[in-house]
């Protein structure tokens, strides 16, 4: 995040007009985060001035979720989207996921397994090179790296 206002974090030199900003910040889930404030979305990041608002990990994160639907573009590339995220605000993302992206391509780059359930198409890399691709159900189906993966991560939540 820039030290500038959230609304200009949100739109990066690009104004859109067709875009409804409210609408996107309501989407992650940052809403009262910027109506509680009193400058709402013109709120100034960061330490820029005495007033400066800190956003936590997760408050960035979800910013950065919403200036990446805020562009126009045809696809989205999400690298680790909700890492900063408590489960709560990543399940929420994970549920809304199609709503967020609008029926663009995404990419959807994660370690957590349980995120890819709500993909469409998943591709597993090892050492480099593509060693499965498939849906969640498809892959665990196979038990190949996939399964393996997802069962040992599942392995911390059930101890």
Known sequence: MFNISAKENLECGHHNEEKDINAII?????EKRFTSDQDGLDCVLEDLNS???KLSGGEAQKLAIARALYKD??????????????????AEIYENFDKLVGGKTAIYISH???SCK?????VVFKD????EDGNHDSLMHKQGEYYTLYQAQAEYYQQ
């Open 51 to 53: 007033e400066g608002v």
């Open 118 to 122: 709500f993909c469409d198409r998943i």
């Open 73 to 90: 573009a045809p696809f989205v590339i999400l690298d680790e989207p909700t890492a900063a995220l408590d489960p709560f605000s990543e």
């Open 112 to 114: 957590r397994m349980s």
């Open 26 to 30: 309501a989407d992650v889930g940052l």
């Open 128 to 131: 480099g090179k593509l060693v």
